[in-house]
């Protein structure tokens, strides 16, 4: 496809329960952003790839948080033990350029996770 | 915690008039993004103002940049109700990622 696609769109877990989020960025895309956003608040930076590398992750809330991008494509974003502050929309944006120096972000449709 | 503040957090205009919004945020910045959000079609970029660019105009979207009260407005003229929206400014500060404020939603009435 031509945009940013994220699956699923929708995902309840029980609290404990281990989720795995995933991400298809446009391709030829070098860089790739995961980002966290609670109910009527703005987007939180969770963890930057480019290519395969992760270069940033000093947005993940916990250890329970885990993100990897293998071949520099294609991403996952796992969340072990989830627990109720976990729920929230989650954010997948793709970008040509190197970070998000100069270059729009194009974000996915989310992933609306709840914890119940 | 967030780098950007949006005012109003809410603004309700009939269709045809023209939108503001405010940002400000606190540290220097490399460039200033404004995206568009609703529940139809996510997270929109609109526009990318440099930090050595004062204005920049895409359709009737119109953003300006004081880089000395660390501050940007967003302004949509003529406004339609398909502008109807969350709007968002994000700050890059430097290489990995955007911050964005808490966003100011705009309710557009026909």
């Known amino acids: 496809g031509a945009g940013v696609s994220q699956s699923p769109r929708y995902k309840v877990a029980k609290r404990g329960q281990d989720v795995a989020l995933r991400c298809d960025p446009i391709?030829?895309?070098?860089?790739l952003f995961w980002y966290q956003q609670a109910l009527g608040q703005g987007p939180e930076f969770l963890t930057y790839f480019q290519n395969e590398a992760q270069l940033d992750k000093s947005g993940l809330p916990s250890d329970r948080f885990f993100a990897e991008r293998p071949e520099g494509s294609v991403s996952t974003l796992k969340i072990q033990r989830t627990q109720q502050e976990d729920s929230a929309v989650y954010l997948c944006a793709s970008s040509s350029g190197q970070g998000a120096r100069y270059t729009e972000a194009f974000f996915g449709q989310g992933t609306r996770l709840t914890v119940v | 915690s967030q780098q950007g503040e949006e005012d109003p957090q809410a603004l309700s205009i009939q269709e045809g008039e023209n939108a503001t919004m405010n940002c400000s945020y606190k540290t220097s910045i490399n460039n200033l993004q404004w995206y568009r959000q609703n529940s139809g079609r996510g997270l929109v970029h609109l526009i990318l103002i440099r930090s050595n660019e004062r204005e920049k105009h895409s359709g009737r979207l119109r953003v300006t940049l004081d880089t000395s009260k660390k501050s940007s407005s967003l302004l949509i003229t003529a406004s339609r109700a398909a502008d109807t929206a969350s709007y968002f400014c994000a700050t890059e500060l430097g290489g990995n990622k955007l911050t964005f404020g808490g966003g100011t939603r705009v309710l557009v009435k026909p």
């Open positions: 391709s030829g895309h070098v860089s």
